[in-house]
């Protein structure tokens, strides 16, 4: 199916990477760029002229130590907990769906949903800030009730694609899992 290149709903460039195993089986991948080490960079010089002038002007060294610290640990706690490198969808017509997030530090998060938990999955709409953006997302069936909906799993968080990026995976999804 192709890699083609689509925009966040800041206008950041992400990519679409759909792969289809089988006809019951597709894989979407929406990869976010990787942490500019330049941006890094400047950001932990700021902060340690900031302290270090701040040291200058009241001799403390704590004020230096300190930042640096923070700086180092927030850094770890952004790449580890944060920035997500990429994000899958795994549909299996017969299984049900899973959801993978790799963050920029190599940990990896998944959770899978049952093919029976699924009611539908839809393209959805929410106010962000002050603009309207689209979110896919999984429809969960209440159990005692199969006709209502017990909670909306949101797919794609990190990377916030636009609509015409869900356009395609909410298609390719809705073609795989109305083959079951």
Not at 1 to 8: P, R, Y
Not at 85 to 103: A, C, F, M, N, T
Not at 136 to 163: D, G, I, T, Y
Request: hydrophobic share 40%; aromatic share 8%; with cysteine.
């Amino acid at each position: 199916m192709g890699d083609d290149a689509f925009t966040d709903i800041n206008g950041k460039s992400i990519s679409l990477d759909c792969q289809s195993h089988s006809s019951l089986c597709r894989e979407f991948i929406v990869s976010s760029p990787k942490v500019s080490i330049g941006k890094v960079m400047v950001y932990t010089c700021c902060v340690w002229l900031v302290a270090y002038a701040v040291f200058f002007f009241t001799e403390n060294t704590t004020v230096l130590s300190s930042a640096i610290l923070i700086t180092l640990v927030g850094m770890m706690l952004h790449i580890h907990f944060v920035k997500v490198d990429h994000e899958s969808l795994l549909v299996i017509g017969s299984l049900g769906i899973q959801l993978s997030s790799s963050y920029a530090s190599g940990r990896e998060t998944t959770t899978f949903i049952e093919r029976s938990k699924i009611k539908d999955i839809v393209i959805n709409e929410a106010i962000y800030m002050h603009q309207i953006i689209y979110y896919l997302c999984v429809l969960l069936k209440e159990p005692s009730e199969p006709n209502a909906v017990s909670s909306v799993v949101p797919l794609f968080q990190s990377s916030k694609p636009r609509l015409n990026c869900l356009e395609k995976v909410y298609r390719s999804c809705q073609e795989v899992l109305s083959k079951c």
